[in-house]
């Protein structure tokens, strides 16, 4: 008698894996622009929560270089970039959907200064002989580089502070040269400096808008994604009340 009933209970078993095989996650490649690091991890959560099959896979980087990246092969499903620049040029070249550039943000240029450091909240700031090196974002690949260069030049005080400026790949590793004490001051993202040991170690200033040219975010699904239907989910909900809540609580102004 046991044996049969080891038997039958072997035999549901083998039946009800055969009718409902274990679900495949179907991996979502993002190309995405530094300054989302931290809201994207979020984003991507509650995304799943709507989209359990989909994984989101998020590769960070300056927004020029990956659009090299994407322009050489890339395998990426959706790119967000930092700026509509970046996208758009995809979309002329054919790499990108003909749905062409979805808006999703607006980020913000601030100034974050080591809190030993005294004067004034502003750029001029940056011309104090206690600041050493300046962190600031590639401005050839990052959007933000872009944007913190011409503050400068428009402040009038690019030439007294370029031999300090010390240049890195993207915002999120300019944000990492200030928390690491690699620099005492910097020009990164709004999002960035409201990292706990920014915030615990220095002072932000919002840059004035009418400093730069506005940081405007765009998102566009790639022609080469393996998963377009997917992709285009995953851009509504980030245009969703939902995904603009989360963007907004991480520093991110509205499209």
């Given at each position: 008698?046991?044996?049969?009933?080891?038997?039958?209970?072997?035999?549901?078993?083998?039946?009800?894996?055969?009718?409902?095989?274990?679900?495949?996650?179907?991996?979502?490649?993002?190309?995405?622009?530094?300054?989302?690091?931290?809201?994207?991890?979020?984003l991507a959560e509650a995304f799943?929560?709507?989209?359990?099959?989909?994984?989101?896979?998020?590769?960070?980087?300056?927004?020029?270089?990956?659009?090299?990246?994407?322009?050489?092969?890339?395998?990426?499903?959706?790119?967000?970039?930092?700026?509509?620049?970046?996208?758009?040029?995809?979309?002329?070249?054919?790499?990108?959907?003909?749905?062409?550039?979805?808006?999703?943000?607006?980020?913000?240029?601030?100034?974050?200064?080591?809190?030993?450091?005294?004067?004034?909240?502003?750029?001029?700031?940056?011309?104090?002989?206690?600041?050493?090196?300046?962190?600031?974002?590639?401005?050839?690949?990052?959007?933000?580089?872009?944007?913190?260069?011409?503050?400068?030049?428009?402040?009038?005080?690019?030439?007294?502070?370029?031999?300090?400026?010390?240049?890195?790949?993207?915002?999120?590793?300019?944000?990492?040269?200030?928390?690491?004490?690699?620099?005492?001051?910097?020009?990164?993202?709004?999002?960035?400096?409201?990292?706990?040991?920014?915030?615990?170690?220095?002072?932000?200033?919002?840059?004035?808008?009418?400093?730069?040219?506005?940081?405007?975010?765009?998102?566009?699904?790639?022609a080469r994604s393996t998963y377009?239907?997917?992709?285009?989910?995953?851009?509504?909900?980030?245009?969703?009340?939902?995904?603009?809540?989360?963007?907004?609580?991480?520093?991110?102004?509205?499209?």
């Amino acid at each position: 008698m046991r044996i049969r009933r080891g038997l039958a209970a072997l035999l549901l078993l083998g039946a009800s894996l055969w009718a409902a095989p274990p679900a495949v996650a179907i991996p979502l490649a993002i190309a995405a622009a530094a300054d989302l690091r931290g809201s994207l991890e979020e984003l991507a959560e509650a995304f799943r929560k709507t989209h359990p099959a989909v994984l989101v896979q998020v590769s960070y980087g300056a927004s020029g270089g990956l659009t090299a990246q994407i322009e050489q092969g890339a395998p990426f499903d959706i790119f967000l970039s930092a700026d509509m620049g970046y996208p758009k040029r995809l979309v002329q070249a054919g790499l990108a959907t003909q749905e062409g550039v979805s808006g999703f943000a607006t980020g913000e240029l601030v100034l974050w200064v080591r809190k030993e450091v005294a004067g004034k909240e502003g750029l001029q700031v940056l011309t104090n002989p206690a600041i050493k090196r300046i962190a600031l974002a590639n401005p050839r690949l990052a959007p933000y580089g872009r944007a913190g260069a011409e503050a400068l030049r428009k402040s009038g005080c690019y030439g007294a502070v370029q031999a300090r400026l010390v240049f890195a790949e993207n915002v999120a590793q300019a944000a990492q040269y200030l928390w690491t004490g690699a620099a005492e001051a910097g020009l990164i993202s709004r999002s960035q400096a409201r990292q706990p040991t920014l915030k615990a170690a220095g002072w932000v200033w919002p840059v004035p808008q009418e400093f730069y040219a506005p940081l405007q975010q765009g998102a566009v699904v790639l022609a080469r994604s393996t998963y377009p239907n997917e992709a285009r989910a995953f851009l509504d909900y980030l245009l969703s009340p939902n995904g603009q809540a989360i963007l907004a609580r991480n520093g991110f102004g509205k499209p």
